[in-house]
């Protein structure tokens, strides 16, 4: 049965400029989405808009032009709030991006863990998301606890639930895996942790472009994510976290913004937010961060969903009529990455013929190497759609590939 | 043949395709006649650093000459490598280390010089040229 998706493909093409460039002589086709997702004309304007008309620093002027941004910033604040549908907009914390706002949390774990307290993460995840993790533990004694994937790459809840218990005290998976695509069942990791008393942070920087977060429905401790992926800017993360536990935590940076009183003896830290702000945020970034969300809550994250699982459905089947051709990961729930090889030839290969056709895709380790380690290959391409890719342009890809494998045969 | 000459040669061959598939189509083929590493020395050791995929290279000094061997598990990479040791090998290190390698622009691989290329083109021709480097020094010392 066709699915009724409305999506008006052509209008939304019309709102990214970028689709329109050539490269290498040829109309770009865009499949690395999953790295960044381009960025519709509206939020370029606002950022212009902002350097034209109301360029100031925020939180201390008092005259009109800071009062405005402001305004500008702290409503954009209350966008998130409303779009992860988090208790408060003081919840809401901006950051430069999903790995800043991963590295605040570790930062802030470091008086609270102490030797021998147990960490979980999985095989999924990104290096960004393994790392802050490591220097925690080397810092506090602290061990990490890895769950395993089995051969589609779905984590193994089993094993996971095997790995709980009472030294157990942080979990931390990714909501979608980042090189595979899949959708791990974070609601149920969350609930089984809370069962321990275990905190859970969930980088969502794969989920939020796809897919609608309630925070409170997921009963999420923290929840990560980076706004470049969303129709926004680079340079703007996001981080939810619970107020319990945002109070909990030290300041990650010190500096401008983040104080209430300082003396030389001794700082008070400045409220929720600002504690976590130092410094000038990027102002214009964060601004149009919000204006980026409002587009693409204009179009409806399930009609996106539902279009790009289309899209999905559509490579893969013609993907997989290619002869030597293996896919990996498989899931019932995967949003629109696909991650493969063909027979023996490297990843690499095949990326930079697709690239002289004028496509993007990104080949390697994709920043996950454990997964690589598992699956004993040198990296994968992978191919990741968004809502103003077509089909048309899943057949110009089929054809290019075609054409590479040929050559590389 | 002096390096120059090899490079303008390389460049004459090139002139003759008329779109980047012919050309990328003969350095894959460029890459089948490469002189290849012996496999005990295809380890860590001699890997090329940022590379997306493996490019193992090993030099040797024969006659005051060095002598380049390598090998990819990507194929244009070992086309790359190929073209480059073309050029490189049996010379002697000081007219490496002075080579100019403006016909990689030449020949379309132009792309494959950015600093994002995980296989770049930049970190072949440093090693080559950082191994002709120790050769000279070493020979300077004796």
Redesign the interface.
Same mark, same amino acid.
């Given at each position: 049965m066709k699915k009724n998706t409305h999506i008006n493909i052509d209008q939304i093409r019309n709102d990214f400029p970028i689709l329109k460039r050539k490269v290498?002589g040829e109309s770009l086709i865009y499949f690395d989405n999953a790295a960044t997702s381009q960025t519709p004309q509206l939020v370029i304007d606002s950022i212009v808009d902002y350097y034209s008309k109301y360029n100031s620093n925020i939180h201390r002027g008092v005259h009109f032009l800071s009062q405005e941004a402001t305004d500008a910033y702290e409503n954009s604040r209350v966008k998130f709030q409303k779009h992860f549908n988090a208790h408060n907009s003081y919840e809401i914390i901006f950051t430069s991006g999903t790995t800043h706002s991963i590295n605040l949390v570790a930062n802030g774990f470091k008086k609270i863990l102490k030797k021998n307290d147990e960490i979980i993460i999985s095989q999924l995840e990104h290096h960004s998301n393994i790392v802050p993790w490591q220097m925690l533990c080397e810092e506090t004694g602290a061990k990490i606890k890895v769950i395993p994937i089995n051969n589609n790459g779905e984590l193994i809840i089993d094993e996971f639930e095997k790995l709980l218990n009472s030294k157990t005290k942080l979990v931390f998976v990714n909501h979608v895996s980042n090189a595979l695509g899949i959708v791990n069942p974070i609601k149920h990791i969350i609930k089984k942790a809370h069962e321990f008393n275990a905190i859970v942070l969930v980088d969502g920087a794969q989920a939020t472009p796809h897919m609608k977060i309630d925070v409170i429905d997921l009963d999420v401790d923290f929840y990560v994510t980076s706004t470049h992926k969303i129709c926004g800017p680079t340079g703007v993360g996001i981080l939810y976290g619970k107020e319990k536990w945002l109070n909990k935590i030290p300041p990650f940076l010190g500096g401008g913004e983040m104080i209430d009183q300082v003396t030389f003896e001794k700082s008070t830290y400045a409220g929720l937010p600002n504690k976590f702000e130092a410094g000038t945020p990027n102002i214009s970034g964060v601004i149009a961060s919000g204006v980026g969300i409002d587009y693409l809550n204009s179009i409806g994250l399930e009609k996106i969903y539902a279009y790009e699982n289309e899209l999905l459905e559509y490579a893969t089947r013609e993907l997989l009529q290619i002869k030597g051709l293996k896919i990996y990961g498989f899931s019932a729930k995967k949003t629109s990455v696909i991650s493969f090889n063909v027979g023996n %030839?490297?990843p690499? &290969?095949i990326g930079? %013929?697709l &690239?002289?056709f004028g496509i993007a895709t990104r080949? $390697?380790q994709l920043c996950a190497q454990p997964i690589m380690d598992y699956f004993k290959i040198? $990296?994968t391409i992978r191919v990741s759609f968004s809502f103003y890719n077509t089909k048309e342009e899943i057949d110009e890809f089929i054809k290019a590939l075609h054409?590479a494998i040929l050559?590389?045969s | 043949m002096k390096i120059k000459q090899i490079q303008e040669e390389i460049i004459d061959e090139f002139a003759m395709f008329d779109d980047w598939m012919q050309r990328y189509e003969y350095m894959i083929d460029l890459g089948k006649s490469l002189p290849l590493i012996e496999s005990k020395y295809k380890t860590d050791d001699y890997l090329v650093n940022g590379c997306q995929s493996k490019v193992w290279v090993r030099a040797e000094l024969v006659d005051n000459q060095i002598v380049f061997k390598a090998d990819s598990d990507a194929i244009i990479s070992k086309g790359i490598i190929a073209i480059l040791i073309r050029v490189f090998s049996h010379h002697e290190p000081n007219e490496i280390i002075e080579a100019n390698t403006d016909f990689v622009d030449k020949i379309g691989l132009k792309d494959h010089l950015s600093p994002n290329r995980a296989n770049g083109l930049s970190s072949m021709i440093k090693q080559l040229k950082l191994y002709a480097l120790a050769y000279q020094t070493k020979i300077n010392d004796e």
């Amino acid at each position: 049965m066709k699915k009724n998706t409305h999506i008006n493909i052509d209008q939304i093409r019309n709102d990214f400029p970028i689709l329109k460039r050539k490269v290498n002589g040829e109309s770009l086709i865009y499949f690395d989405n999953a790295a960044t997702s381009q960025t519709p004309q509206l939020v370029i304007d606002s950022i212009v808009d902002y350097y034209s008309k109301y360029n100031s620093n925020i939180h201390r002027g008092v005259h009109f032009l800071s009062q405005e941004a402001t305004d500008a910033y702290e409503n954009s604040r209350v966008k998130f709030q409303k779009h992860f549908n988090a208790h408060n907009s003081y919840e809401i914390i901006f950051t430069s991006g999903t790995t800043h706002s991963i590295n605040l949390v570790a930062n802030g774990f470091k008086k609270i863990l102490k030797k021998n307290d147990e960490i979980i993460i999985s095989q999924l995840e990104h290096h960004s998301n393994i790392v802050p993790w490591q220097m925690l533990c080397e810092e506090t004694g602290a061990k990490i606890k890895v769950i395993p994937i089995n051969n589609n790459g779905e984590l193994i809840i089993d094993e996971f639930e095997k790995l709980l218990n009472s030294k157990t005290k942080l979990v931390f998976v990714n909501h979608v895996s980042n090189a595979l695509g899949i959708v791990n069942p974070i609601k149920h990791i969350i609930k089984k942790a809370h069962e321990f008393n275990a905190i859970v942070l969930v980088d969502g920087a794969q989920a939020t472009p796809h897919m609608k977060i309630d925070v409170i429905d997921l009963d999420v401790d923290f929840y990560v994510t980076s706004t470049h992926k969303i129709c926004g800017p680079t340079g703007v993360g996001i981080l939810y976290g619970k107020e319990k536990w945002l109070n909990k935590i030290p300041p990650f940076l010190g500096g401008g913004e983040m104080i209430d009183q300082v003396t030389f003896e001794k700082s008070t830290y400045a409220g929720l937010p600002n504690k976590f702000e130092a410094g000038t945020p990027n102002i214009s970034g964060v601004i149009a961060s919000g204006v980026g969300i409002d587009y693409l809550n204009s179009i409806g994250l399930e009609k996106i969903y539902a279009y790009e699982n289309e899209l999905l459905e559509y490579a893969t089947r013609e993907l997989l009529q290619i002869k030597g051709l293996k896919i990996y990961g498989f899931s019932a729930k995967k949003t629109s990455v696909i991650s493969f090889n063909v027979g023996n %030839i490297h990843p690499y &290969d095949i990326g930079s %013929i697709l &690239d002289k056709f004028g496509i993007a895709t990104r080949t $390697g380790q994709l920043c996950a190497q454990p997964i690589m380690d598992y699956f004993k290959i040198p $990296g994968t391409i992978r191919v990741s759609f968004s809502f103003y890719n077509t089909k048309e342009e899943i057949d110009e890809f089929i054809k290019a590939l075609h054409k590479a494998i040929l050559m590389l045969s | 043949m002096k390096i120059k000459q090899i490079q303008e040669e390389i460049i004459d061959e090139f002139a003759m395709f008329d779109d980047w598939m012919q050309r990328y189509e003969y350095m894959i083929d460029l890459g089948k006649s490469l002189p290849l590493i012996e496999s005990k020395y295809k380890t860590d050791d001699y890997l090329v650093n940022g590379c997306q995929s493996k490019v193992w290279v090993r030099a040797e000094l024969v006659d005051n000459q060095i002598v380049f061997k390598a090998d990819s598990d990507a194929i244009i990479s070992k086309g790359i490598i190929a073209i480059l040791i073309r050029v490189f090998s049996h010379h002697e290190p000081n007219e490496i280390i002075e080579a100019n390698t403006d016909f990689v622009d030449k020949i379309g691989l132009k792309d494959h010089l950015s600093p994002n290329r995980a296989n770049g083109l930049s970190s072949m021709i440093k090693q080559l040229k950082l191994y002709a480097l120790a050769y000279q020094t070493k020979i300077n010392d004796e």
